[in-house]
């Protein structure tokens, strides 16, 4: 965990100077465009992330293992904060690119549903006793992520909308994509390193509460 924490912590801020450094101003935004690299990455390691809680809700549902769940869970929850950080810098960006907040577009219309989505999923895990919240949050994780590539192709799916399309970010000066590449890393190495920490914290809560019922089982009796 240290050596994972301290490659992030490294990654994170040769990112900072590639960005601010190294990387060419583009022409037309200017500074502005510099948040791309958060803008992007962000919403890149949203699919990670959900890709986890996907994978172990499935996980979950054939094997039945509690620490499945509670990755699934930790993995949500990091997709959801990553899917937020998406949906705040994308409206800053399109301030300056497009002269408009918000607008209704397959991007952004499908980035909100997807983020809408997993508030549902803690929704559920909330209102649910312990056994069905398992076993229905794995099966709303795994229904959740067919939005994801409906997210990623809504460009080429839907027409007209304002973003480039899925291979853009490869056509971009040589500065400008070695510095994304080096960002994206250092978010998903990010998303990584918290979703360990994320998970150790929910085993210790479990653990706890394991331990409380027992305890108020003998008091009772």
């Known amino acids: 965990m240290k050596i994972v924490a301290i490659l992030t912590a490294l990654l994170l801020f040769i990112s900072l100077y590639l960005i601010f450094g190294y990387a060419q101003i583009e022409k037309s935004m200017l500074e502005v465009q510099k948040i791309f690299y958060f803008h992007v990455s962000a919403a ?9 809680n996907f994978v172990f809700s499935i996980k979950y549902l054939i094997q039945r293992k509690t620490n499945d769940d509670l990755l699934a869970a ?14 705040l810098s994308g409206p800053i960006w399109a301030r300056y690119a497009w ?32 056994d069905k919240r398992k076993i229905y ?56 390193l918290l979703l360990a920490l994320r998970y150790h914290s929910k085993k210790t809560e479990a653990r706890y509460e394991i331990i409380q019922q027992q305890h108020l089982g003998e008091v009772s009796s």
């Open 44 to 52: 890149l390691t949203v699919f990670v992330a959900f890709g986890v």
């Open 74 to 87: 930790a993995a949500a929850e990091l997709g959801l904060v990553f899917c937020t950080i998406a949906l």
């Open 99 to 130: 002269n408009t907040w918000w607008n209704w577009e397959p991007r952004l219309t499908s980035t909100l549903i997807l983020w809408l989505i997993y508030i549902g999923y803690f929704i559920l895990r909330a209102a649910l006793t312990e």
């Open 137 to 192: 949050s794995a099966v709303l994780g795994t229904i959740a992520y067919l939005e994801v590539p409906i997210v990623y192709y809504s460009v080429s799916i839907w027409q007209g909308g304002m973003h480039p399309g899925t291979g853009t970010k490869w056509n971009l000066e040589a500065t400008m994509r070695h510095t994304w590449m080096v960002a994206l890393v250092a978010f998903i190495m990010l998303f990584s």
